[in-house]
T-cell receptor
Framework: GENVEQHPSTLSVQEGDSAVIKCTYS??????FPWYKQELGKGPQLIID?????GEKKDQRIAVTLNKTAKHFSLHITETQPEDSAVYFC???????????FGTGTRLTIIP | DTGVSQNPRHKITKRGQNVTFRCDPI?????LYWYRQTLGQGPEFLTY????????KSRLLSDRFSAERPKGSFSTLEIQRTEQGDSAMYLC?????????????FGSGTQLSVL
């Protein structure tokens, strides 16, 4: 089955700086890669996703890049703000496999 | 419609008791998923429905667990003879999918504590 590894497990950045979270996956058939943000006491919230037919996707301060050859994808958050503090999860799925496999999460702390 | 709704938000039970959780998905969504999340981990897939049909169950779903989605609307997850290892956050998610996996939207979860 699919295995998703996520690094780092914790990340602290100064407000206004950029944050990068990286994930690798094992199943070369995986073709859908969403990122979720989870705040304390809440369920995961989808923030951005990418399919394997594109290498990069951007939505305001958030971007995701995908390297299919190396089987890794990354989340980039620019101009970080205190409200970006949360746990972020990457996930992967393949066609015909109708479930997401999640990474272990990154706790992002934005230092004012 | 404000999203996926789960009830109760918290449940405390004694070992050996049965518990049931409810999930109301986003109304036009045909797929409904159950995941389990323990502290410091990502959500783990348990099972999913397309309309009223339960199409896949994880090995994590022992025979003490049963899920239903009558009429393809809300879903219930029941755990019989609860064990302390069942303590976790149980998350429900829904999506509208026509073939390929589409965006999953999660509810806020039910936090289960088994004493």
């Amino acid at each position: 089955g699919e295995n998703v590894e996520q690094h780092p497990s914790t990340l602290s950045v100064q407000e206004g700086d950029s944050a990068v979270i990286k994930c690798t996956y094992s199943d070369s058939a995986s073709n859908y890669f969403p990122w979720y943000k989870q705040e304390l006491g809440k369920g995961p919230q989808l923030i951005i996703d990418i399919r394997s037919n594109v290498g990069e996707k951007k939505d305001q301060r958030i971007a995701v890049t995908l390297n299919k050859t190396a089987k890794h994808f990354s989340l980039h958050i620019t101009e970080t703000q205190p409200e970006d503090s949360a746990v972020y999860f990457c996930a992967a799925s393949s066609s015909g496999n109708e479930k997401l496999t999640f990474g272990t999460g990154t706790r992002l702390t934005i230092i004012p | 419609d404000t999203g996926v709704s789960q009830n109760p938000r918290h449940k405390i039970t004694k070992r050996g008791q049965n518990v049931t959780f409810r999930c109301d998905p986003i109304s036009e969504h045909n797929r409904l998923y159950w995941y389990r999340q323990t502290l410091g981990q990502g959500p783990e897939f348990l099972t999913y429905f397309q309309n009223e049909a339960q199409l896949e169950k994880s090995r994590l779903l022992s025979d003490r667990f049963s899920a239903e989605r009558p009429k393809g609307s809300f879903s219930t997850l029941e755990i019989q003879r609860t064990e302390q290892g069942d303590s976790a956050m149980y998350l429900c998610a829904s999506s509208f999918s026509a073939g390929v996996l589409e965006k999953l939207f999660f509810g806020s979860g039910t936090q289960l504590s088994v004493l």
